[in-house]
């Protein structure tokens, strides 16, 4: 599977590549254009099995209960995929380990990659994200959409981060849930509040724009909405 990502980083398009026999798995919804001979199967988890389970932990997670399943016939094909919100993607290629996603920013991977539920604790309640985020694991290309520009901030010790500002993590770093500044009263006086602290050796990869502040702003609990 081969990536192109045009017209970064304001209003990313992805053109996925695919020769046959290969698949590309993707969030309902994603998908902008395909050529003609392109196979397309909807499930609820793998292309050959359902998994029911796993498509309401997605869910909770902030992504769709469904996925499609695209793989050309008859020679090599392609399909463009495009975000919700305009912004940056970014991919990454998962060698035999585990990448933690925020909720609404996975876009899509190779078969060979487990999409499941990453249990972040009740401190990630308390920074007023979900508790829940996508645990992408195994081999294979995975691609990622944020809200705004992405860039990676390489952690070597200890960083702080908003947390509607982050994509994805390296499951090498923990984390825990601390004021902004000084005192609970500056963090909160200044709209910063909780953030999240990273410890150990690792990569976060950030949002320059945060989706809930957006909807806030618009409208009073107004949050962006998956198929």
Wanted: proline residues 4%; hydrophobic residues 40%.
């Amino acid at each position: 599977m081969e990536i192109d990502l045009i017209h970064r980083p304001g209003n990313t398009a992805a053109k996925v590549k695919l020769n046959p026999g290969e698949t590309c798995t993707a969030e309902s919804g994603a998908m902008i254009a395909m050529s003609g001979n392109m196979d397309v199967t909807t499930t609820t988890h793998k292309k050959k099995s359902g998994g029911l389970l796993k498509a309401i932990k997605r869910m909770v997670a902030g992504e769709s209960l469904f996925l499609n399943h695209f793989e050309p016939k008859s020679g090599p094909g392609e399909v463009w995929l495009g975000a919700t919100l305009a912004g940056d993607m970014m991919t990454y290629d998962l060698d035999n380990e585990s990448l933690i996603v925020q909720g609404g920013s996975f876009m899509a991977c190779e078969e060979g990659v487990e999409i499941d539920l990453g249990w972040q604790g009740f401190k990630s309640l308390l920074s007023g994200e979900s508790v829940f985020w996508v645990n992408l694991k195994g081999r294979g290309k995975v691609l990622l959409n944020s809200f705004g520009a992405i860039y990676p901030v390489e952690v070597d010790g200890e960083y702080i981060v908003d947390s509607g500002h982050i994509v994805a993590f390296n499951e090498t770093l923990n984390f825990t849930i601390t004021k902004a500044g000084k005192s609970w009263m500056h963090s909160f006086l200044g709209g910063e509040g909780l953030v999240c602290k990273f410890q150990g050796k690792g990569t976060v990869w950030c949002q320059s724009h945060n989706p809930s502040s957006f909807g806030w702003t618009l409208s009073p609990g107004l949050k962006p909405r998956k198929a």
